[in-house]
């Protein structure tokens, strides 16, 4: 009988340890949903495409959030709005935590980038009143769960210019950390968007 128990509490155990601490998702059960996901995002969250992102290593937190926002139109893409429409919150739950358990390909950064980037990564602008990127998404860009700021590091370059061009016309802001984004957008050149996006993606998180 105490065998039978201790086998029970240890297969619970096991199971409460594979939920994503954050969101509860299941990642078994994310990874059988994300068939059709793969089209875009690669089996494992790595797209090829450099106008997709990559999911492989995101916060579940993040990625419910930004489901959330697709499927209630708050956020503005025709292919997610129509992928996200039939989603439960469960499945965007288990979603988030497949892709979050997935190891993001290293990139890198141009030279060019990382004079222009690393300046304002690290301490912003105070003069044009631009705060430091590292302070929401950290310094290796890894983002932040809890507050379900996003992990930048090893994202495409291309795509992180693209959603930072879309803060900056307004195109995107939802939530509170959107109209943040718009906020510093806004007071970025295309030189320094371009730089910066390069520069994330070229940064190496320890594994």
Not at 51 to 64: D, F, T
């Amino acid at each position: 009988m105490k065998r039978a128990l201790f086998a029970c509490c240890a297969l619970l155990l096991g199971v409460a340890q594979a939920e994503e601490p954050f969101t509860g998702g299941d990642p078994e059960a994310g990874k059988a949903k994300s068939a059709t996901c793969a089209a875009c995002h690669g089996p494992d969250g790595n797209s090829s495409n450099p106008e997709w992102p990559v999911l492989a290593g995101q916060h579940a937190s993040y990625i419910v959030q930004q489901l959330k926002a697709y499927k209630s139109g708050a956020r503005q893409n025709a292919l997610m709005m129509g992928q996200a429409a039939g989603l439960s919150e469960e499945d965007m739950r288990n979603l988030g935590a497949f892709y979050a358990q997935q190891q993001a390909k290293p990139r890198t950064a141009s030279e060019e980038a990382v004079a222009i980037a690393e300046p304002l990564w690290r301490g912003g602008d105070a003069e044009r009143g631009i705060p430091g990127c590292a302070g929401c998404h950290g310094p290796a860009g890894l983002g932040n769960a809890g507050a379900a700021y996003p992990r930048v590091a090893n994202q495409h370059a291309t795509y992180t210019a693209m959603q930072l061009r879309a803060y900056r016309s307004s195109e995107r802001g939802e939530g509170v950390s959107g109209q943040m984004m718009q906020t510093v957008a806004a007071k970025l050149t295309d030189e320094e968007i371009d730089a910066l996006a390069s520069y994330a993606a070229g940064l190496q998180p320890r594994r």
